[in-house]
Structure formats: C-alpha cells, structure tokens
C-alpha cells in the first residue's frame, strides 16, 4: 500500500504497551476494555506500528492530519521556531504568531481582521461563545441536536450527542433544535429545498418559544462532521444567517473539522453562500502537529472589546511552535495547490467510486460528502434506512462496524467509523494511487456488512 516496510520490533511493541496499560488514562475510554494500537512512526497517509503492519490513514488521524505525518515543511517550520524562541506568553507580541493571524484573516471573508488564539477546537468554541454573550448581553446558544462541539464545559453542553450525556448538566444556557438530514429528515421532506425551508421554519419557531431577547448565539458546523458528514441543503445557512440578522444573535460557524480545506475550499461556509459573524477552527490550521485553536472575529464584533477587557486566554494561546506550522501550512497549501486537488479528487475519484459502492452494496444506503470528507451510511434495509446498527450501539450491538472496521485493517487501511457509518477523510496529500487503493479496501470490506443483510 505504499513504500514503507515497517519492521517488527516485538520488544519496543512489548515496552510500549506495557507503560501505556499501566500508566496512561486515556481520553473517552474505559481503561480495562481498550487495546490501543502502539505506534512506532508515520509518513504521508501512512503510519506503522511495531508489529510490522503498516495503514493507510483514511481518517487523518482524528480529521486534523490534513497535511499528513512527518510533513518536512512542517517538521522544519517547529525546529526553526523552537532553535529560535520556544515559547512566549500570549500577552506579548511574536512574530510567528502575528504573521498566523495575518494570513488567517487574509483567507477570511471582508470584514474580519482579528483572530484570537486557542490551544484546540472546544476553547475556541468557549470563547466564540464568550464573545457572543459579552456582545449581545444575551446568555442562551441554540445548537444542533447531531453536532460536535469539543469536551469543555460549555462546548459539550452544545454538543448535540451521546458524549454530552454523562457531563451534563455543564451550561443551562444551551438549547437544541434540529437541522436538515435529508436521509433521514426530521422534518419528513421530500426535497432538499423542503428540507431548508421546514428546519428553517422550526429554528424560527425554537428562536420565538425560547425568547429572541435571551439568544446570544447559534452555533453549527457549516459541514456537520462527526455525527454523519451532513451537507447542509442549499438555502439553509443563508437562511440561518437571516434569522440571526433578524433576531439579533451570533451566527457561530465550527469550523474546527472542515476549516483549512477538508472540502476543498479554506472555509467550509464558502460552499453554501454565507459569511458568519464568528468563525472557529483548530485541526487542520496546523495539521495538529502542536496543539491550536482559534477564533477569527468579525471587526463588528471585535470593535466591541476595543475599551472593554475581552475576559479570555490561557497560558499557551497562540503558542509559537504551534503557530510556526500554521504558517508552513500555508506556503504547502499554495505551492502544492491543496485545495485544488482536494476538489479534484473528491470529485474525479471520490465521488463516482463511492456511488459505485452504493449500487453493488446491499448495506449501503447513502454515500454523501464533498472534497475529501465522505460518509458511507449503512444500513439493514435499503427501503426502511433502519440503520446497520442502532444509534449509540456498543458491545456487541456495534459488532457489524467491529468487524467491518476489522477487514479494513487487516488489508492495511485504518477507517473512521462512527456508529452506521464510515466516513473517508484521508490525508488531503494522500497520492491518488493510495486514495484508490484506500477505497477498494473499503469496497471489499462492505462484503462484511452486507453478509448482515443478505
Ligand atoms: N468542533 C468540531 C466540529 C470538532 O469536530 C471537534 C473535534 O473533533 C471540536 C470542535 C473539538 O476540537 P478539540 O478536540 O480540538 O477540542
């Protein structure tokens, strides 16, 4: 699958695994019932494991590896900085991370000139949040029911999830409502234009019964991520946007999975014709080499901290050897065309093969996505979508992904799934050779879930 050849090393494999089972706790697991895979190095879409196997990374790690492993300009931009000047408190001025921030705002839409710095994606959501409230003087942020927001107090409040459930309550101030599913549409539509105009109209009717006077916020992914890859209809976030003009409330875009060109484009709002007033990214800014997040603010918004204290930062904001691959990223994203061939791939390679899958897959009930970011929703039943497996399934219940996910590993590809669901988003430097290889390997692997239906 590609030019590496890892070589076994049973005792660094041993080692490993022995100071992790015994020392680390890990993130959003119960210790005794997980097996992490030790791994020894990667380069490009490929990383390796001590055992010999190597894996073709179709899921960019957590979706932040846009530039994939051990990218030299990235890796030289962080030794640079580091021979140079470590570290700097966020107070003071730094070159690195104001030459970040001005080509940030050069990429951003007319009208937003300041950015605020982050170590990741859900402090950039608590401050986006913080800035609304200060702002509009309101408390209350609608969010999407099926969103990801991050895992700090406010942001896995907004988290419209099963990963909010044993951290509530966090923020009383959050409120759900639904946005538009096509696939499986809350609303009972028959058409994408239905589908905007009927959430649409129910936002409206959550802004009126919650109280337009109390709504600081809404906030949305512009492409829902981890809860199914969720384009939204056109229409529908222009018609956010009008409803946050109308009512008075920060329109939020979370751009922390789709922002720096997972769909081709820098921002992922660029695809669906609307400018919101506050934009927060993480990820992908720096490919997640050294922990950063951000904030890039409307100037409207923004002149309103001109004589008032903005109550915000940590130790580490806007840290310079996580702003140095920021810059980095910038020149490759120029000099390799990323976005260019992003939305050449996605829709030369990606798109038709994916559809490919749908008409011979039985399991299959919809393949949607857009650059290089795809769901593959799986289902029992084609005609009634019950999904393949049911929503939050664990244990035993989530044995038909297991051993889907299974399939892809042991030919050599690590997938992203997410209950029914795979989802492709690889590297976006990944050489279409391995994209194709990376997608046969999916293709074969669906005979596993189709076995469920048959
Ligand atoms: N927002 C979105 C859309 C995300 O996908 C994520 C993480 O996956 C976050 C926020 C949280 O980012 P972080 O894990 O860097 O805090």
Same mark, same amino acid.
Not at 134 to 147: E, F, H, N, P
Not at 290 to 299: E, K, N, Q, R, Y
């Given at each position: 699958m590609s030019t590496i050849d890892p070589i076994a090393d049973p005792a660094a494999d041993a080692?490993?695994?022995?100071?992790?089972? &015994?020392? /680390?706790?890990?993130?959003?697991?119960?210790?005794?019932?997980?097996?992490?895979?030790p791994v020894a190095g990667g380069a490009g879409a490929t990383f390796w494991d001590y055992a010999g196997?190597?894996?073709?990374?179709?899921?960019?790690q957590l979706v932040n590896l846009n530039l994939g492993h051990q990218h030299p300009d990235l890796v030289a931009a962080i030794q640079e900085q580091a021979g140079r000047l470590a570290t700097i408190q966020p107070s003071m001025a730094n070159a690195t991370r104001g030459e970040l921030a001005r080509r940030i705002s050069e990429i951003a839409p007319d009208g937003f000139s300041k950015v605020f710095f982050t170590n990741g994606g859900a402090d950039a959501n608590e401050?986006?949040?913080?800035?609304?409230?200060?702002?509009?003087?309101?408390?209350?942020?609608? +969010?999407?029911?099926? &969103?990801?927001?991050?895992?700090?107090?406010?942001a896995i409040t907004l988290t419209g999830d099963p990963r909010r459930w044993a951290n509530e309550p966090a923020d009383a101030s959050v409120v759900h409502f639904f946005g538009p599913y096509a696939y499986r549409s809350p609303f009972h539509a028959d058409s994408p234009e239905q589908e905007a105009e009927r959430a649409l109209a129910h936002l409206e009717q959550t802004i009126i019964l919650e109280g337009a006077s109390t709504i600081g916020a809404i906030i949305i992914e512009s492409v829902v991520g981890t809860n199914g890859v969720l384009i939204p209809p056109p229409g529908y976030l222009p018609g956010v946007r009008e409803l946050c003009d109308r009512y008075g409330i920060v329109y939020i875009a979370d751009e922390v999975m789709v922002g720096f060109g997972r769909l081709g484009t820098w921002w992922g709002f660029e695809n669906f014709d609307v400018v919101p007033?506050?934009?927060?990214? $993480?990820?992908?800014?720096?490919?997640?080499? /050294?922990?950063?997040?951000?904030?890039?603010?409307?100037?409207?918004i923004a002149a309103h901290f001109d004589t008032v204290s903005f109550p915000g930062g940590l130790t580490y904001s806007g840290h310079p050897l996580a702003c140095a691959p920021g810059v980095a990223t910038f020149e490759v994203f120029r000099r390799d065309g990323i976005l260019e061939r992003v939305r050449d791939l996605g829709e030369r390679v990606v798109r038709p093969r994916l559809e490919q899958m749908? $008409?011979?897959?039985?399991?299959?009930?919809?393949?949607?996505?857009?650059?290089?970011?795809?769901?593959?929703?799986? /289902?029992?039943?084609?005609?009634?979508?019950?999904?393949?497996?049911?929503?939050?399934?664990?244990? $035993?219940? +989530? $044995?038909?992904?297991? +051993?889907f996910a299974a399939a892809c590993k042991k030919a050599g590809l690590w997938p992203f799934t997410h209950f029914n669901r795979v989802h492709v988003a690889p590297p976006l430097?990944?050489?279409?050779?391995?994209?194709?290889?990376g997608l046969d390997v999916i293709d074969r692997a669906l005979e596993v879930t189709d076995a469920e239906v048959a």
């Open positions: 080692a490993v695994r022995g100071d992790d089972r &015994s020392h /680390v706790f890990h993130s959003w697991s119960a210790q005794a019932l997980i097996d992490p895979l196997n190597s894996y073709l990374d179709f899921s960019s401050n986006a949040v913080r800035m609304a409230r200060l702002v509009t003087g309101k408390r209350k942020v609608l +969010a999407m029911y099926r &969103s990801y927001h991050g895992n700090t107090s406010t007033d506050l934009i927060t990214f $993480a990820k992908g800014v720096n490919s997640g080499y /050294v922990p950063l997040g951000g904030v890039v603010i409307s100037d409207r749908a $008409a011979r897959h039985p399991s299959v009930g919809e393949v949607r996505g857009l650059g290089l970011f795809w769901a593959i929703e799986l /289902v029992r039943d084609r005609q009634s979508r019950e999904p393949l497996v049911p929503f939050n399934a664990a244990g $035993a219940d +989530a $044995a038909p992904m297991a +051993a430097i990944i050489s279409e050779d391995d994209l194709v290889r």
